[in-house]
């Protein structure tokens, strides 16, 4: 299992940011590489992909504030 989480992206460890999108759906196979989620802090855009293939559990959905450091989904 690998774990998603929110990129550390300022030195304030209380800062939050958003899941823009999700690219698959929960219960989703990705592979390696996929762009699975974009995200925003800060008014800084960025995009996460997969580390690892497997099938997409999102923990976070789309538009809720989480701080950075969050698990925001897994694969398994």
Known sequence: MSQILFPVMTEDSGAKGVIVTWFFEDGEPVEVGDLIAEIA????????????????????????????????????
């Open 41 to 76: 802090m800060d008014k800084v855009d960025r995009e996460i992909k997969a580390e690892a293939a497997g099938v997409l559990r999102v923990l976070v959905p789309e538009e809720e504030a989480v701080m950075q450091g969050t698990v925001i989904g897994r694969i398994e």
